[in-house]
T-cell receptor, first 112, second 117 residues
Framework: GESVGLHLPTLSVQEGDNSIINCAYS??????FIWYKQESGKGPQFIID?????DKRQGQRVTVLLNKTVKHLSLQIAATQPGDSAVYFC???????????FGQGTELSVKP | GAVVSQHPSRVICKSGTSVKIECRSL??????MFWYRQFPKQSLMLMAT?????????EQGVEKDKFLINHASLTLSTLTVTSAHPEDSSFYIC?????????????FGPGTRLTVL
């Protein structure tokens, strides 16, 4: 298999603060990137995606930034809420709908 | 729309037995389904890509004779873990890619927790 993580890094934020979750990807040929949210015992839930011809995309309370020069992806969550507590994964692929390779994930913990 | 289900959600079996996990696209036809495995506190690892009507493509290091995949229809793919052992205990997740407007992304199922005693 590919991209198997070892232990999840964690990020702890105060409710109402902004969160920034980072991801480094490995394949220069990847042109499609997705952020997923996974709650305990559940499958991944789509948050936002971005193609390589863009460097920023915004959704509702979330923004994804893509820096192809250094192969870096970030997810910004505005006004973080307790319901945002979960593990967040970035995933890369060479085309939309194709095989995805997942990053190691970051556990976000929101303190009330 | 674009709902994917898995059955069972949890299964406990004895070592040496085989377990079948179903993945269904409920409201769309899935030409391609993907099977992932996830160990605690780790990322999703792609096991295989399943295309309807053809043999699955397995990722390097995944034993095709141990993890049998059948994608017999456009709404159903099954993963059978044969002669399961405790080290096969994991969270198995499928995803499905649709046609037309649903071609662009993968929709994930809720996962199946397998425990092998």
């Amino acid at each position: 298999g590919e991209s198997v993580g070892l232990h999840l890094p964690t990020l702890s934020v105060q409710e109402g603060d902004n969160s920034i979750i980072n991801c480094a990807y490995s394949n220069s040929a990847s042109d499609y990137f997705i952020w997923y949210k996974q709650e305990s015992g559940k499958g991944p839930q789509f948050i936002i995606d971005i193609r390589s011809n863009m460097d920023k995309r915004q959704g509702q309370r979330v923004t994804v930034l893509l820096n192809k020069t250094v192969k870096h992806l970030s997810l910004q969550i505005a006004a973080t809420q307790p319901g945002d507590s979960a593990v967040y994964f970035c995933a890369e692929g060479e085309n939309q709908g194709g095989k995805l390779i997942f990053g190691q994930g970051t556990e976000l913990s929101v303190k009330p | 729309g674009a709902v994917v289900s898995q059955h069972p959600s949890r299964v406990i079996c004895k070592s040496g037995t085989s377990v079948k996990i179903e993945c269904r696209s409920l409201d769309f036809q899935a030409t391609t389904m993907f099977w992932y495995r996830q160990f605690p506190k780790q990322s999703l690892m792609l096991m295989a890509t399943s295309n309807e009507g053809s043999k699955a493509t397995y990722e390097q290091g995944v034993e095709k004779d141990k993890f049998l995949i059948n994608h017999a229809s456009l709404t159903l793919s099954t993963l059978t873990v044969t002669s399961a052992h405790p080290e096969d205990s994991s969270f198995y997740i499928c995803s499905a890619r649709g046609q037309g407007a649903l071609l662009d992304t993968q929709y994930f199922g809720p996962g199946t927790r397998l425990t092998v005693l």
